[in-house]
């Protein structure tokens, strides 16, 4: 017996048919969309960079790898060992050892594991003498971790090998100051303001009345 017996049977059927069609046309538009896609991007320069072959220029304020640095007027080394960049650190990956001296201390051993390093720059807020910089470069590239454990010859080692970047740790504390003008207008509590005798100054002799008569 046939299945078509009435004509609710045929639209049914014709509805069907219809639905297919409208599928199919979907499932073509869709893979035309995504060759067009993929003949676009065949055709478009590549906009990546072929590293290390090709060097990219950094940007000014660009912050990379850390590093230790001499005094620019004595050419000593600025880091005295006082190990606030230690202290400081979240990972714990610095390790500094005084010497003390007896004009200054210095760093007897200084070690850094850069493979473990947050790249926050605390270290270098920090550092008191700007003996600690991060570098505007990053091309260290290495496929042996312990390369990446830098002594302190290693670290003044990159300081000379690469720009410095701008940033250094009295640069740093004086931007997350108060501007300068702020400063003069709100004097910090304690501070007598201009023309205000501190507390405990005996304040000016007025001068005393004079008497009606001459002497
Ligand atoms: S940048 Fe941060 S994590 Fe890295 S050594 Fe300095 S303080 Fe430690
Ligand atoms: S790098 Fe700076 S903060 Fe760290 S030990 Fe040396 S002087 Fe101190």
């Known amino acids: 017996m046939s299945e078509i017996q009435t004509a609710a049977d045929v639209r049914v059927l014709h509805d069907k048919s ?3 069609g409208t599928e199919v046309s979907v499932i073509v538009r869709a ?21 290390p072959t090709k060097e990219r220029v950094y940007p000014d304020r660009y912050r990379g790898l850390l590093a230790l640095v001499y005094e620019e007027d004595t050419g000593e080394e600025a880091c005295i060992g006082c190990r606030l960049c230690e202290f400081v650190c979240p990972p714990a990956v610095i390790k500094v050892e005084m010497l003390k001296g007896e004009k200054r201390n210095y760093a007897k051993a200084f070690t850094l594991e ?9 270290c270098v807020q920090v550092c008191p003498t700007d003996a600690i910089v991060m ?3 990053f091309d260290m590239p290495t496929t042996d971790r312990r390369e990446m454990l830098l002594d302190k010859d290693r670290l003044h080692a990159i300081g000379q090998e690469y720009p410095r970047s701008w940033a250094t740790g009295n640069k740093l504390r004086d931007m997350q100051g108060p501007p300068k003008m702020a400063r003069a207008e709100h004097p910090a509590p304690g501070t007598p303001a201009s023309g205000t005798p501190a507390p405990g ?7 005393a ?3 009606g008569g001459a002497a």
């Open 31 to 51: 893979i035309l969309g995504a060759m067009r896609i993929t003949f676009k991007n065949l055709f478009r320069k590549p906009v990546t960079v072929h590293y």
């Open 18 to 20: 219809r639905r297919t």
């Open 201 to 207: 100054t005996p304040a000016p002799s007025t001068p």
């Open 209 to 211: 009345p004079t008497s």
């Open 114 to 122: 850069l493979y473990a390093c947050e790249f926050c720059e605390l």
């Open 135 to 137: 570098m505007k470069s």
